[in-house]
């Protein structure tokens, strides 16, 4: 009874706009080193070094890793192209699927080395910052085999198991292990060792990129027994499996030896970084003294202004105060004037009603004298 499974695609490619060919593979392998190269680019600024330099260097050995990767693939399973009734053209077609990732990091070191040469960066120290990313790399990668229904395990009934359904090549449709799917999980878990253990450890002169090694070979070891594509054995094992003794051992090797010879992290991963960092810091010290004296002007002008406005605003209260003592003068003087010629009227009136009487008196005598006299 199907519980669950991993259904694969009906096809690998896609067709844009019928006549552009789009291939799951070949757009796991270009995001797979996009990721690389940035994440990479982020652990060499973090390391001292300059921006771009990642990206540069990859330019040189992302070609020589590709070729190298299915030159070791082609070499490894020659019958599949060079064998009776084969097409040797088909060793071509890389967008089938077939890199081996022992060539790719064989040849895809010595376009690093170029690369690194032509900027003058150790390549021990561009290897540590990368080593990671190429985990992640290989772990997106891994799902260009599931476009292609390839590198499967054996039989399984698991839930997550994987449904082939191809017959390409004399593939058995069927239910099998998801071989791709334990590796690009195990990388995942590779990148996650390296950050660790470079942040723990501070892993330099190459070791953070021979754990990266080691670790994957670790894991490469037991997926590889699991598979059950055509491939080369040598003494009950297949050659992937023998590879990833020897690599293991190798990569172990060198971190013990690198790590007495020279211990600890290097200072300087690219000369001359550090003097731009700090002509970038100078420069950003002059912008930020201009924006002080900018600042310094324009509160000086502000408190020029709001003086002015102070100024301003005394003189109108002076005025204003001004004219209010020259109403109210000019007030008092109305009030005293009016009061002075109110008092001179009342003066005139009293001096008026005084005649008066006096002259109603003089009259009543000279009444009272004719009076006398007709007697």
Known sequence: MEIAYIPSPSRGVYELFGVI???????????????????????????GGRPGTVADVAV?????????????????????????????????????????????????????????????????AWADALAPGIALAQAIGRWGNWFNQELYGRETDLPWALHITSTTDGRVPGYYHPTFLYESLWCI????????????????????????????????FWIEAMRVDEAHHFLGMRLNEWTSIVVFLLAVLYIVLSARRR???????????????????????????????????????????KSEAKTSEAKTSGAKTSEAKTSEAAKSEDEKETAEADSESGSGSAESETADSSSSVEAKDEEAESAAKKA
């Open 21 to 47: 060919p789009l291939r799951g593979y070949a757009f796991c392998i270009i995001i797979g080193v996009f990721v690389a190269v940035w994440l990479g680019n982020k652990r060499w600024i973090a390391r």
């Open 263 to 305: 211990p600890g992290r290097e200072e300087v991963v690219e000369p001359g970084a550090s003097d731009d960092d700090g002509a970038a810091v100078e420069l950003d010290k002059k912008s930020e003294d201009e924006d002080s004296e900018t600042k310094d002007s324009e509160d000086k002008k502000s408190d020029a202004e």
């Open 189 to 220: 878990g590779v990148a996650v060792l390296v950050i660790w253990a470079d942040r723990r450890f501070k892993l330099g002169h190459g070791r953070a990129f021979a754990l990266y090694v080691a670790a994957y070979c670790a894991g490469r």
């Open 60 to 124: 040189w050995a992302v070609p020589f890793g590709l070729v190298g990767g299915r030159l070791y693939h082609v070499i490894t399973d020659y019958q599949l192209y060079f064998s009776e009734g084969q097409d040797w053209v088909d060793a071509f077609k890389i967008w089938e699927g077939g890199l081996g990732i022992w060539g790719a990091i064989a040849f895809g070191a010595v376009g690093a080395w170029i690369g690194c040469r032509s900027r003058g960066v150790p390549l021990p």
